[in-house]
């Protein structure tokens, strides 16, 4: 990553977890982050829950979000166990997804949605992770043990209709 791109992703953790404290959360580091998954630890005093930040990118006329890391010079997906949540900020907006890292698990990444308000906005599989901060203040047993199933994806296009995918 270009020092620039690390900046914008620093300044991107540290809005998350500014939002996490406005939350009530207590926010902690990696002493070490290179060595560490996630980025941070956030506690609430009931739960503890770990989470990775993004800042999504803008492709074509569409959002963008990598979800992998490097392991040497090879680009993987994020396994099982490595944290709980992705935090991911769309570029210039106040809009976050915060996406169950098991919705996800094995992409290297997803797409959420069209920029702008365009004809032909497509409402996205995830929308309903969109600035949903409160999912975070379920008990720890549910967090952990509840599914989230991938809610079919629905194209709606203006005067003709729609359809969803399952």
């Known amino acids: 990553m270009s020092n620039k791109g690390g900046r914008r992703g620093r ?7 500014t939002i996490l404290m406005e939350h009530g959360y207590n926010v902690s580091e990696p002493l070490d982050p290179s060595s ?3 980025d941070f630890i956030a506690d609430n005093g009931t739960q503890t829950i770990k989470l990775q930040v993004k800042l999504a990118r ?3 006329r569409y959002y963008e979000a990598k979800l992998e890391h490097l392991a040497g010079n090879k ?9 709980d949540y992705f935090v991911i900020q769309l570029p210039g907006t106040d809009t976050w997804y ?4 098991s919705v996800v698990l ?7 949605g069209t920029v702008g308000a365009g004809k032909n906005k497509v409402k996205n599989r995830f929308t309903i992770y969109r600035n949903n901060w409160a999912q975070l203040d379920a008990p720890a047993t549910q967090t952990k ?8 994806m629905t194209f709606s296009f203006e005067g003709h209709g729609s359809f969803a995918i399952q």
Do not use: C, D, N
């Open 11 to 17: 300044i991107t953790e540290q809005k998350a977890a």
């Open 36 to 38: 560490s998954l996630y």
């Open 58 to 60: 803008v492709r074509k």
């Open 75 to 83: 680009r993987m997906p994020y396994v099982a166990g490595s944290f």
């Open 98 to 101: 915060i996406i169950p890292l």
């Open 106 to 112: 094995g992409r290297l990444a997803i797409s959420l």
């Open 145 to 152: 043990t509840t599914s989230h199933p991938v809610p079919p």
